[in-house]
């Protein structure tokens, strides 16, 4: 019998994770510290809210079907905000407006893969890019990264063959934290180019870069919408992850073939969501400015806190936008010790295995911290609680 696309696939690891808290009680003493998913859960500040609800009222075309691509406004300040953080050249007319950054990275691979084709992808790789390329018959390369978390150019050299479409990366990463330099991003730029492949670099969390200025000078090239392909999301910068708003940024012969699936997909980006996308970009600077220097101060309570556990053999692989990324020192497989931590800790967190192949020993080696909706006070009783999980729990 033949088997459906999504039976190609794994099982969505955050839904799984859920689970885990089933039959769990949890008290006011020791409440659950959740640190499994890398979304907001605060809600957009009140004006985007009201925003939001006068344009719902006072606009009817919002309740309408809109352009496929997205509305000529937000794609426009896209184009100029990438211009002036950048530099380059980057026009209305390359970027496309998606229903969240996992439907463009889709609608990407849908416009340059076909079955049997290949993508390679850093591990531990971001799991939704994994799930997407099994369902498409594509196969996805696993590319391993060293301790420091960062790909090798001349490895991903060693990897490519003729079947090659794309070279993945994610900069601040997802889920391993690190910050890619701006002279590796090049490096595999160089190579994709070299090569004729497409270079796609999702940068969802860029809002929370610790580096000023730009992450790297990709858009300087004049040819650059030939090699790459640049993806964003608006849920973390504004909150709207509820909104389904994202965007890519790339030539206008693969946006025209995005089209296509974009159009049998969702036909067009909510329309709410955009306008809330577009007032953000237009207004909240200052706000996104806090937002983001109260991420680095969590990121910095990550280390601050890193000494109760690094003396028992925890080691701290990376640490930015919303992750830190740890490898573990017990015998117990991550997923094993994730499920432990649940019921014996309160604290729910992410297996490596979850990010990286069925082979792969880091994966059982490592978790995702997922800091971006713990304060500091709740940073250093994770801590504590990782601290107090000691040898005999291991195999």
């Keep these: 019998m033949t088997l459906s696309r999504t039976n190609a696939t794994f099982a969505p690891p955050v839904m799984e994770a859920r689970r885990w808290l089933e039959g769990v009680r949890f008290t006011a003493e020791k409440p659950l510290i959740n640190v499994s998913q890398a979304a907001p859960v605060a809600p957009p500040p009140e004006g985007l809210r009201r925003h939001i609800a006068e344009i719902a009222v006072s606009n009817p075309e919002t309740h309408l079907y809109g352009p496929v691509l997205g509305l000529p406004e937000l794609r426009a300040e896209v184009a100029d905000h990438w211009c002036a953080a950048y530099g380059g050249r980057i026009t209305a007319a390359q970027v496309g407006i998606t229903s969240g950054c996992n439907q463009a990275f889709s609608a990407a691979l849908a416009a340059i893969a076909s079955e049997g084709d290949e993508v390679i992808l850093p591990t531990p790789w971001y799991f939704n890019h994994k799930m997407w390329l099994d369902m498409q018959g594509v196969t996805a390369v696993p590319l391993s990264t060293g301790a420091d978390l960062l790909p090798d150019p001349d490895q991903i050299l060693r990897l490519m063959t003729h079947r090659t479409r794309a070279i993945v990366l994610v900069t601040p990463n997802n889920p391993g934290g690190v910050e890619y330099p701006a002279e590796l991003v090049r490096a595999i730029y160089s190579h994709a180019r070299s090569k004729g492949v497409k270079l796609i670099v999702d940068e969802t969390y860029r809002d929370f870069d610790s580096r000023s200025g730009a992450p790297h000078d990709l858009f300087s090239d004049p040819d650059w919408d030939q090699t790459l392909i640049q993806l964003y999301s608006f849920s973390k910068a504004y909150r709207l992850t509820g909104h389904r708003v994202g965007a890519m940024v790339c030539n206008t012969e693969t946006l025209a073939e995005a089209e296509k699936f974009l159009d049998t997909v969702a036909i067009c980006p909510n329309q709410l969501g955009q306008h809330a996308a577009l007032w953000g970009m237009k207004n909240l600077s200052d706000w ?50 994730a499920k432990m931590l649940v019921r014996e800790h309160a604290v729910l967190t992410l297996p490596g295995t979850m990010f990286t192949p069925d082979e792969d020993p880091l994966g059982k080696r490592s978790l995702r911290i997922a800091f971006a909706n713990v304060d500091r006070e709740e940073i250093s009783v994770l801590f504590d609680r990782l601290a107090a999980v000691d040898a005999p729990h291991a195999k």
């Design 288 to 337: 996104l400015a806090q937002e983001r220097l109260e991420i680095l101060d969590r990121r910095q309570a990550i280390t601050d806190n890193l000494h109760k556990i690094d003396k028992n053999g925890w080691k701290l692989l990376g640490a930015g936008a919303y992750f830190a990324y740890f490898e573990h020192p017990f015998e117990m497989d991550s997923d094993a010790l």
